[in-house]
């Protein structure tokens, strides 16, 4: 064997040692947070193979993401649907602790891309048991306070943040334009202008976006804050006849006037994410519309945050659903979707879009492009820096602090729609000091009606187990003089009613809780007992009705029956809100979000409409003083 010369032998390692240090140094450019975020985008995607790239594009559903799942197709991204927990009635500590099982798969991958966690955060941290759980939007959107809201938005980033998940499916920017829909309550108005203006709570949910950025760049501020994500773009409200994922028929001025300006405002305040809709645009499946994705919301909008498909929405391209799953992941890829939300056959999408992009029918620079702009999010949150959660933030699930914001949400969105028989006699606010109250109805004292759908469970649970918080019940019982008696009985008879020598009565009653294509209703007939309830117990003494609902129900049938009446919404887990207004410590200040028809037969009726005649109009509301401002005057 020949010799070789030993000073040819110390070059060589020293070449070697040199050349394996900058390769090195040059590996960790896309790690380096000194480094912009444009340069450590391009930079990391550069080193990605299709498969890597594709597995950035997924989120998958809990149940089916293992630590090893997550490694071994480089997923980016891990969800719950609704009431998907990681065991019953999972603490804090749970939900951190199943995130970073995933986080360790995702970073022992060969480029350690950090995964992060979508879940539904529609009324607060709503599938977590001890949350604080907020009204439903369409309440929200009787307050009238974008100031409201953007509290709200911070305390539920806050809570989510206290779980270890980073991203949320909110806020919805619907604009409901037939209450038949199942997911009115989602919405915060019929009217656009009340829509943009609740987009503040992006503000609270991400932070406020610095003065000088730049066009629609998203924000997202610490971590304290979580991603928002504004949806279902766009005209999930205006389906025909409010069916649920259906067909929005409106030209595109209509569009743009009625179900665009709240996607206007989410990205102007800095929203990070935009989720497609079900539904279709004059018979063209949103998910796979490229016009009013890539054309206007990307190239016009000049959005540069990521679009997510909603649940196994490129699925629902086809009818039936995933009867031709190549196709539907060729247009929504092409379209302009980034993400994709395929909960378990997350392995056929990877196959089909592989396929797809080898044989040049979705090119390369699409793919790029997709997963640019979710590696661009993911350095601007500071999750490779801080990829793992911890339990600093775990004391702030359910405090009593947001507690009490809740309740000053639940008393500023209450509705007065009646105040007595007459103008000189009205019965609010109600006496604290009498004999005896009836309280009656199905909602009085039942939290799960109380909070609606997306709470716990997907189409909502019923009863206290579940949920921490006050009922309505429990919430007068506190209220009233220790000298007055409480007696509550969910269907009184007449005779029972006429016997008791009860002062006055307060009935609770409204819709069972229900979540998208399962509360769609041509009736909004009030569910049995509610309309005996009422007849019972207002036909005997004087009573004042709270609608627990998450839309305008069938009430004037029996308008004439009831001295007072209230649209309580979904008021969330402080009913202690609807004490304070009802017994004076609090004013009634709330306006309808939406009109209130007298016959489904109207609809659909919004403000401004040629037929227009409600039985209450859109941003009616009665004010009382304050039982101490009355006594002052």
Known sequence: MAKVPIFLVGFCLIGCWVKVGLLEAEYMKYKDPNQSIDTRVEDLISRMTLEEKIGQMLQIERKYAYNDVVKKYFIGSVMSEGGSIPVPQASAEDWIDMLNEFQKGALSTRLGIPMFYGIDGVHGHSTVYKATIFPHNIGL??????????????????????????????????????????????????????VQAMTEIITGLQGDIPDNSPKGVPFIAGREKVLASAKHYVGDGGTINGIDEDNTVIDRDGLMRIHMPGYFSSISKGVATIMASYSSWNGVKMHAHHDLITGFLKNTLQFKGFVISDFEGIDRITSPPHANFTYSVEAGVSAGIDMFMIPKFYKEFIDDLTTLVKNKFIPMSRIDDAVKRILWVKFMMGIFENPFADYSLVRYLGIQEHRELAREAVRKSLVLLKNGKSDEKPLLPLPKKVPKILVAGSHADN????????????????????????????AIKNTVDPETTVIYKENPDIEFVKSNGFSYAIVVVGEHPYAEMHGDSMNLTIPYPGPETITNVCGAIKCVVIIISGRPVVIEPYIGLIDALVAGWLPGSE??????????????????????FKSVDQLPMNVGDPHYDPLFPFGFGLSTKPTKAIYSS
Not at 145 to 159: H, M, N, S, W, Y
Not at 168 to 188: F, H, L, N
Not at 575 to 596: I, S
């Open 575 to 596: 009913g202690q809100g609807v004490a304070d207004v009802l017994f004076g410590d609090y004013g009634f200040t709330g306006k309808l979000p939406r009109t209130w």
């Open 447 to 474: 939290l799960g009606y109380q909070c609606g759908g997306w709470t716990i469970e997907w189409q909502g649970v019923s009863g206290n187990d579940l949920l921490e918080g006050t009922t309505i019940l429990t």
């Open 141 to 194: 959107g009787a307050t009238r306070d974008p100031e409201l809201v953007k509290r709200i938005g911070a305390v539920t980033a806050l809570e989510v943040r206290a779980t270890g998940i980073q991203y949320v499916y909110a806020p919805c920017v619907a604009v409901c334009r037939d209450p038949r829909w199942g997911r009115c309550y989602e919405s915060y108005s019929e009217d656009p202008e009340v």
